[in-house]
C-alpha cells in the first residue's frame, strides 16, 4: 500500500535537552484513503503527533513523510481541525471558511482569480454538513455544533489529501457527536481523502476507523494497532452489535493498563 502518512522511529522533545519528552520511538503508517484513529491516555502525546504531521513541530529524531516527502515546514496538502472551533466573530461564516486560502500563499491569487467558484464551493461544503444557507450568519450566531459543522467545511476547502482531526467533537452533546461522525463518514466515503482522528471516544474512534492505534504514556509510541472489521457503510445501529462493544471494550482495557504503566 502507498503510504501517505509515515512516522518513523520519532522522538519530539519541547522546551530543548532537559524538557518534556513527549513522544519516543513513534512509529505509524497511514495509508492514502484510510481512515485511522488515535488513543490514548491523555497527555501521551496525541497531540503532538498531529503537530509533526502537519509540520507545526519538527523531531529531534527520525522522520515524519507526507505523501512520500520529508516534513521540514508545515504541510500544505493537510487541512486541520481541532476542538475549540476558532472562527473570527466579525467574518461570516463563508468568509471564516474561505480563511485558509486567504492565508496560504499558493491559494491566494487563485482566490483572488476565482472567487465566485470558492464561494460554490463553500457552499457546497455548507451544504454537505448541514448548514445550507447558513453561510451568510456570523459565527456566535450558531450554536456549538454548527460552529464545528463550519469548522470541517473550513478544514476541506482547500481540498487536502490530508484531513487531521484532533478530538474535534469533544465539547458536543451526545446526539450532535453522532450526526457529526455521519457527517465525517460521508465525507471520507465520498472525497476519498485520508483521514487521521484523535479522539478519547472509543466509541467514536471504533465507529468511523478502518484502523486504530493505541498509544503508550508519555513518551507517547504506538502500543498496538487494530484492524476495525465491521463493513461500509457504517450505520448508528452497528454500535449496539456485540463485535463493537467488545472492541471498545478492549481498548479500554489497553488504556488502562497504558496509563498505570507510566
Ligand atoms: N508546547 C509545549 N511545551 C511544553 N510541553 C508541551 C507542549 N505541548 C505539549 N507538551 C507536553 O507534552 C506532552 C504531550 O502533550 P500532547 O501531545 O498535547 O498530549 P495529548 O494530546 O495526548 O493529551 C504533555 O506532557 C504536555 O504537557
Ligand atoms: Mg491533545
Request: charged share 25%.
Amino acid at each position: 500500500m502507498h503510504h501517505l502518512v509515515s512516522i518513523e522511529d520519532v522522538d519530539m522533545r519541547y522546551g530543548g535537552a532537559a524538557g518534556t519528552l513527549a513522544v519516543s520511538g513513534l512509529n505509524m503508517k497511514v495509508g492514502k484513503g484510510e481512515f485511522a484513529a488515535v488513543v490514548g491516555p491523555s497527555g501521551c502525546g496525541k497531540s503532538t503527533l498531529m503537530k509533526l504531521v502537519t509540520g507545526l513541530h519538527l523531531p529531534q529524531r527520525g522522520a515524519v513523510l507526507v505523501a512520500g516527502k520529508l516534513v521540514t515546514e508545515p504541510v500544505s496538502i493537510v487541512g486541520m481541525a481541532f476542538q475549540n472551533p476558532t472562527m473570527l466573530p466579525w467574518r461570516t461564516t463563508l468568509d471564516n471558511i474561505l480563511l485558509p486560502l486567504e492565508i496560504v500563499e499558493k491559494h491566494r491569487h487563485r482566490l483572488r482569480a476565482h472567487k465566485k467558484e470558492y464561494v460554490e464551493k463553500a457552499e457546497h461544503l455548507l451544504e454537505i454538513v448541514g448548514l445550507k444557507g447558513f453561510g451568510s450568519k456570523f459565527p456566535w450566531q450558531l450554536s456549538g455544533g454548527m460552529q464545528q459543522r463550519a469548522n470541517l467545511c473550513r478544514a476541506l476547502i482547500h481540498e487536502p489529501e490530508l484531513l487531521m482531526l484532533d478530538e474535534p467533537f469533544g465539547a458536543l452533546d451526545a446526539f450532535t457527536r453522532e450526526e457529526l461522525w455521519c457527517v465525517i463518514r460521508d465525507l471520507h466515503a465520498a472525497q476519498g481523502v485520508t483521514i487521521v482522528l484523535v479522539t478519547h471516544d472509543l466509541r467514536e474512534a471504533t465507529f468511523l476507523a478502518d484502523r486504530i492505534f493505541v498509544m503508550s504514556a508519555r513518551p507517547g509510541r504506538v502500543l498496538k494497532e487494530h484492524v476495525v472489521p465491521f463493513e461500509r457503510p457504517r450505520d448508528l445501529e452497528v454500535m449496539y452489535e456485540k463485535g463493537f462493544n467488545d472492541m471498545v471494550h478492549e481498548l479500554h482495557g489497553e488504556i488502562a493498563k497504558a496509563r498505570v504503566a507510566a
